[in-house]
């Protein structure tokens, strides 16, 4: 497994204001993955981290609303930019290692957009 | 369109009974599969995780998987109180890297 740590664990934002989430993992990686998780709802891939280049965006994602960072291989931030209410969620880190096909998630940010 | 569906919940068992929790996917190519639990504002966590057809047990929870109708189930044996949470049933798709799609979830109520 791994131990995964996000920050914030929650914010309340304004609209049309960024928030940029941090997921830090206790060893290194393979693969880091951002998801979200809209109230009731279940799991959706926003994007693959991938370190030392651009992430990989799932359908109906895009750069400029959800720009993603991995500077390493413990490391990496979303920012959720321009925010409106339809942005309130949870969004989570998870983290995969080669060597195994699971995913551990980290503890999620929870994101309320007034 | 790469899909993974389960039972729509939520299901109400009463303490002590079997648990059976289903998932079907779409994607015939699909090698790995998972169920993760939710409690109520956490995250997931997982709990098991099947790649061969037949049965794989851990403890009160046997993973079931046949390939060939493309369906996985989940049962919770001697079902508690703590066992009320959300399943995520999560497939792993072929040259997919390693990205998951997970189904829409079902709600597992334990009764005491």
Same mark, same amino acid.
């Given at each position: #497994?791994? =131990?995964? #740590? ?28 951002? &998801? ?20 990989? &965006? ?19 931030? +979303?920012? =959720? #930019? ?21 995913? &551990? ?5 929870? +994101?309320? =957009?007034? | ?8 919940? /939520?299901?109400?068992? /009463? ?20 169920? @993760? ?6 995250? /997931? ?25 493309? @369906? ?39 009764? /005491?």
């Amino acid at each position: #497994s791994a =131990v995964i #740590s996000q920050k914030p664990s929650r914010d309340i934002c304004q609209r049309g204001t960024s928030l940029t989430i941090q997921c830090q993992v206790d060893s290194q990686v393979t693969m880091m993955f951002w &998801y979200r998780q809209q109230p009731g709802q279940s799991l959706t891939l926003i994007a693959t981290a991938n370190q030392g280049s651009e992430a990989t &965006y799932e359908s109906g994602f895009v750069i400029d609303k959800f720009p993603i960072s991995r500077p390493n291989l413990t490391f990496s931030t +979303l920012t =959720v #930019s321009n925010m409106s209410p339809e942005d309130s969620s949870i969004y989570l880190c998870s983290v995969a290692r080669s060597s195994e096909e699971t995913q &551990y998630f980290g503890p999620g940010t929870r +994101l309320l =957009v007034l | 369109q790469k899909e993974v569906e389960q039972n729509s919940g /939520p299901l109400s068992v /009463p303490e002590g009974a079997i648990a059976s929790l289903n998932c079907t996917y779409s994607d015939r190519g699909s090698q790995s599969f998972f169920w @993760y639990r939710q409690y109520s504002g956490k995250s /997931p966590e997982l709990i098991m995780s099947i790649y061969s057809n037949g049965d794989k047990e851990d403890g009160r929870f046997t993973a079931q998987l046949n390939k060939a109708s493309q @369906y996985v189930s989940l049962l919770i044996r001697d079902s508690q109180p703590s066992d009320s949470a959300t399943y995520l049933c999560a497939v792993m798709l072929d040259n997919y890297g390693q990205n998951f799609v997970f189904g829409p979830g079902t709600r597992l109520s334990v009764l /005491p």
